[in-house]
């Protein structure tokens, strides 16, 4: 873990998308982070289908979760 140096701008832009996702803002930037590197090493993949591969690759599936 370490300490990253943001602007302010993104800083509120991040606090905003948070409060509408309901994730913390430390968790709204890593989302952030983490579909940018996906998108960098996917430069033909849209942000749908990022999103769809992410959920293809988690461990745990919907059916898991009404099966209780």
Wanted: with cysteine.
């Amino acid at each position: 873990m370490g300490i990253v140096k943001i602007d302010d701008a993104l800083h509120a832009e991040a606090r905003r998308a948070s409060a509408v996702m309901c994730r913390s803002i430390n968790a709204q930037a890593e989302f952030w982070m983490k579909i940018g590197m996906l998108a960098e090493a996917n430069p033909t993949l849209s942000f749908s289908d990022i999103i769809k591969t992410q959920y293809a690759a988690a461990p745990l599936h919907i059916a898991d979760l009404t099966a209780a």
